[in-house]
């Protein structure tokens, strides 16, 4: 026959390590595919034919013959339509070989010669029996089920996964005298029942007898069909005291099968059973426990994913490479439940199973197909429930059937709310016994298939729109009540809140399709940082949009929250969409909400940030004193938080530090995780710029751990973007790759923020200078989406930076060029002396009196602002200038200084940047290198480069040897500004203004600044 053809090896009883090690090495000497599986029973071989698998088995024994354990190696070849079903039908043909036999099924034996024909036997997969065939010639009976008396039925499919629940039942089994296995009809509790019983059949020597008492409809019938079963006889009169009397003294397992419908009787039967019978066990199915003393229960669980899949495909007959997706998605909208899975395979030979997904939106409909010999209640899925459903008493069926509104798992609190009545616990726990409701820590669900049944009951009782209403109560109350916690404890929150969000998402759109959507609104207005959760700040802003245009003339504070929150969702998701923050703020301030004015004041400077920085601070400070006014300190720390990032930006680092240890604290500890990521981000950022790298990459790892339960893209995204750029700037590239390769995976699913600039970073660093500028190019394209904001400025010297190493200078010089444009216009010093530094080394060859302008604005510019990790990129640039300018002393001094500072503060270079064509670096030249003296610390290098450029390309006194910052400083005092005033405009300190004014007076020979004006006019 065609199909595959497995041989599987194994030792009966326990064998030693090296001796399965010994085997495993004489398997992979054998010819064919070796199949790695974890839950195998040993090595497996795969082979196209049959005679070859036999020469190998036969190969396989010889071998073994010398090696440890020889004599109880077994071995099993069998040949099937699929590796998967073929290798389960090996197993159980070594499950009855005795040690020192090689086992063959008959698909394997016809037509070879020198086997011996051992007789039909019935292996323990509970299929017909079957001729088994023998290679070796050895004594004694197979191990088959057939040993044991039984009446196990036949199952003409083959047994799917359930190897956790097959261990854990043989261990119920030996310490119980009863097990009940429950659990919704067709969720498989026969197929394992006769699974267990035929696997522990030889536990008990009188044997193994199934009971079906599905069409069982009195109590005494009971005791005639376990009599039939066992095959003893039972005269007239008390027919069970007859029965247990000829079973006093037998070993036997009894399973009873299907007894939800007698449930009483049953419980009744089981109890004089094993109060007589010490030696009889019984294993029981049914819908719900019997409930009486002893009574071992075990629910049986959904299929796991892979059982899921796998059973699919063997009932569909073939695999669906190409329908993956597809596949996967029915078994998980089928929960698992093996019924609705064969009845949904049945399809294939009609269907695509793009199509059984498709079709699954009317499930009841689709899973029908009549199949001889299966019971009527198994033939479709409805019937299965029904069978469930008449066995409810009117109040058990109207709790049913409410529970339906229920999206996702509930709480016996909002099952109490949906059903409206007294004694709603009683009847909920008898429906938890029925398995129509699955509980879960603490929470309850019906299965997706039992809720759609019990949701087209809920609506044959007309019952929907009034339970739906009872639903949107319930929530609203509990999302109104735990408003007062989003200011103090957000985790808690977010621990309420979160696991119902599908049932609120239900609320919502019921509460916002009535005529009257004044509740809807309210809940909507209560819930806008659910929104902020999961990655649904799309959906969120949809259904706030929706709340507030179902009233757009409202003039109410219900209306201005649900701006407020609309604008606190679309920050992340649309900021440049819909006006949400000014229109709430306007409405906010007629209605003297001072607290909702305060926060909208810090969401209407998001919207301002991207294009007027000093706008946004102004705004940010309003609602800071505002909120300080009123002794609020969490919208003060919204404020505050957005202070933050401009200080960052402005690298006003010394004020930043100050103001982000006033506000981290609160955040983290009312779990205002958003905005905490956001805070320890910026100073991340702000340790990596002051040359505190390692801490950085510490705090920048603790912004991760603060984001990651949110499950959001922005700020988780944002932060592994964070991160991972440290991780690279100090030379751990791989780990900054693998931090960043979960959002790669999601590129064509989701928006994730500020991929492009991380990817360009890390491109730049590996020396992928093409892959950067590809990478960074949309963004800082002029007719980006982003064009007209800061977000340009900030990337660009980095895309210079690559576009040189690539070869194009001009492109790299304009790109410089716009950088420095856009940093001067926004005020981003680090930005612009990254811009300047960059647009230096694009002029050195050409133009180096020009690049030494550059370089030393720069330098002056990080100095400045602290920025001494960019301190050490201003050494190497005017090293390269030093070496192209022969100056090799001074080269050789800038370089060695630059070396041991990026040791010093773990700083590393991008890989593979190239000087302009023609221009050797300081590496190259070794004669510069000569310089016999240790290397100047960090801070004595930039001193030196300094003194050096007054030296040649400066005078020390007069107009001339004024450096541009100070040329600037100069205007500004002339113009009448403070200390304070010119530190503002130029983004410096009160200190360093005073500095620069006093080297000012220096070269120019002033006193003050009135004679400094004088001088000027002249």
């Known amino acids: 026959m065609s199909g595959v053809t497995v041989v599987l090896a194994s ?362 010999g299966v019971a009527a209640r198994q033939q479709t899925l409805a019937a299965s429930i029904d069978w469930s459903h008449e066995l409810l008493d009117p109040d058990e069926r109207q709790v049913f059937r409410r529970l339906a509104v229920f999206a996702g798992g509930f709480t016996l609190d909002a099952a109490r709310a949906v059903c409206g009545r007294d004694g709603v616990l009683e009847i909920f726990g008898r429906l938890v016994d029925k398995s129509l409701v699955v509980a879960e820590a603490g929470r309850y669900r019906l299965l997706e298939t039992i809720r759609e049944y019990a949701g087209a009951r809920l609506r044959d009782a007309n019952e929907e729109d009034a339970v739906r209403d009872l639903q949107l109560d319930h929530y609203l109350a509990v999302a109104e009540t735990a408003e007062p916690l989003l200011d103090s404890d957000r985790d808690k929150w977010r621990a309420l809140i979160e696991p119902d969000r599908e049932n609120y998402r239900a609320a919502l759109d019921h509460g916002l399709s009535r005529s009257d959507t004044e509740r809807g609104r309210r809940l909507a207005a209560a819930l806008p940082w659910m929104w902020n959760l999961q990655a649904t700040g799309s959906e969120g802003i949809g259904i706030l949009r929706r709340a507030i245009d179902s009233a757009p003339d409202e003039r109410s504070l219900l209306q201005a929250r649900l701006l407020y929150g609309y604008a606190s969702v679309a920050d992340t998701v649309d900021p440049f969409g819909y006006d949400a923050a000014g229109r709430g703020l306007e409405l906010a301030t007629e209605l003297g909400a001072d607290r909702l004015r305060s926060l909208l004041l810090a969401l209407v400077a998001v919207g301002k940030f991207f294009t007027g920085f000093q706008q946004a601070w102004d705004l940010t400070e309003e609602g800071r004193l505002l909120a300080e006014g009123i002794g609020d300190d969490a919208a003060r720390d919204a404020n505050l938080a957005l202070q933050c990032v401009l200080l960052a930006l402005w690298d006003r680092h010394d004020e930043l530090r100050a103001m982000l240890e006033v506000v981290t604290p609160g955040l983290l500890a009312r779990g205002e995780r958003g905005i905490a990521t956001t805070v320890l981000l910026v100073r991340s950022e702000s340790l990596a710029s002051t040359g505190e790298l390692r801490q950085a990459i510490e705090v920048a790892g603790q912004a991760l751990a603060t984001a990651e339960p949110l499950a959001d893209f922005h700020r988780v995204g944002t932060a592994r973007g964070q991160l991972a750029t440290l991780l690279a700037r100090s030379g751990r590239l791989d780990e900054a790759y693998a931090l960043m390769q979960p959002l790669l995976d999601l590129v064509d699913a989701a928006v994730v923020p500020n991929l492009g600039q991380v990817m360009g970073v890390l491109s730049l660093w590996k020396g992928d200078h093409d892959a950067a500028v590809e990478w960074l190019r949309p963004i800082v394209d002029p007719d980006s989406p982003m064009a007209q904001t800061y977000v340009p400025a900030m990337l660009l010297p980095t895309y210079a930076a690559a576009l040189q190493a690539g070869g194009h200078t001009a492109e790299a010089i304009e790109s410089a060029d716009r950088g420095a444009s856009l940093s001067r216009e926004y005020g981003l010093p680090k930005i612009l002396a990254d811009a300047l530094d960059q647009l230096g080394r694009c002029l050195i060859t050409d133009q180096p009196d020009k690049a030494a302008d550059l370089m030393h604005e720069s330098l002056t510019t990080r100095l400045d602002h602290g920025l001494r990790a960019q301190l050490v990129d201003s050494l190497e640039s005017l090293a390269l200038l030093a070496s192209h300018t022969n100056r090799p002393t001074d080269a050789a001094r800038l370089t060695a200084a630059a070396a041991a500072a990026r040791t010093a503060l773990g700083y590393t270079a991008p890989a593979g940047l190239v000087t302009p064509a023609g221009l050797l670096t300081p590496a190259d030249r070794p004669e510069s290198m000569r310089v016999d003296e240790a290397p100047l610390s960090l801070d004595e290098a930039v001193a030196y480069a300094r003194r050096t450029r007054g030296a040649r390309g400066r005078p020390s006194s007069g107009w001339a040897s004024l450096t541009p910052t100070e040329e600037q400083v100069v205007a500004l005092a002339v113009e009448g500004l403070s200390n304070p005033e010119i530190g503002e405009r130029l983004f410096i300190s009160r200190g360093t203004v005073k500095t620069h004014l006093a080297h000012v007076y220096a070269k120019l020979g002033v006193a003050n600044r009135t004679e400094l004006a004088s001088l000027k006019k002249t």
């Open 11 to 372: 030792y009966a009883g326990a064998a030693s390590a090296p001796a399965y090690v010994r085997l495993a090495g004489l398997v992979d000497e054998l010819q064919g595919e070796k199949l790695v599986r974890r839950d195998a029973a040993g090595p497996i071989v795969v082979f196209d034919d049959p005679a070859t698998a036999v020469s190998a088995a036969r190969t396989l024994r010889a071998a073994a013959s010398g090696a440890p354990a020889a004599e109880l190696l077994r071995i099993a070849v069998h040949t099937g339509s699929a590796t998967g079903v073929a290798v389960r039908h090996a197993e159980q043909l070594l499950e009855i070989a005795n040690p020192g036999q090689t086992l063959l099924t008959a698909t394997v034996a016809a037509g070879l010669p020198d086997v011996t024909d051992l007789g039909v036997h019935r292996l323990k997969d509970l299929g017909s029996p079957e001729r088994i065939f023998e290679l070796t010639e050895t004594t004694g009976p197979l191990r088959s089920l057939d040993r044991v008396p039984n009446n196990l039925p036949v199952m003409f499919t083959s047994f799917v996964g359930r190897q956790t629940q097959l261990a854990a039942l043989r261990t119920q089994l030996s310490g119980n005298r009863l097990v009940t296995l429950t659990g919704p009809g067709g969720s498989g509790k026969t197929r394992l029942a006769a699974q267990s019983a035929a696997q522990l059949a030889e536990r008990w020597p009188d044997g193994v007898w199934w009971v079906d008492l599905a069409a069982v409809t009195e109590g005494k019938q009971i005791t005639e069909a376990v009599a039939t079963a066992v095959g003893v006889l039972v005269e007239a009169g008390d027919r069970t005291r007859l029965l247990i009397g000829q079973l006093r003294i037998k070993q036997a397992l009894i399973c009873l099968d299907n007894c939800e419908q007698i449930i009483d009787a049953v419980a009744e039967f089981v109890v004089a059973l094993q109060t007589a019978c010490p030696e009889i066990s019984v294993l029981a199915t049914s819908r719900e426990p019997l409930d009486i003393p002893g009574e071992a229960i075990w629910r049986v669980p959904a299929l796991a994913p892979d059982e899921a899949r796998t059973l699919f495909v063997e009932r569909a007959g073939s695999e669906f490479p190409e329908s993956e997706q597809a596949i996967r998605s029915i078994c998980v909208r089928l929960d698992g439940m093996p019924l609705a899975l064969e009845l949904a395979a049945a399809w294939v030979r009609t269907l695509t199973p793009e199509q059984i997904e498709s079709g699954l939106d009317d499930r009841f409909g689709l899973l029908t197909k009549n199949v001889r």
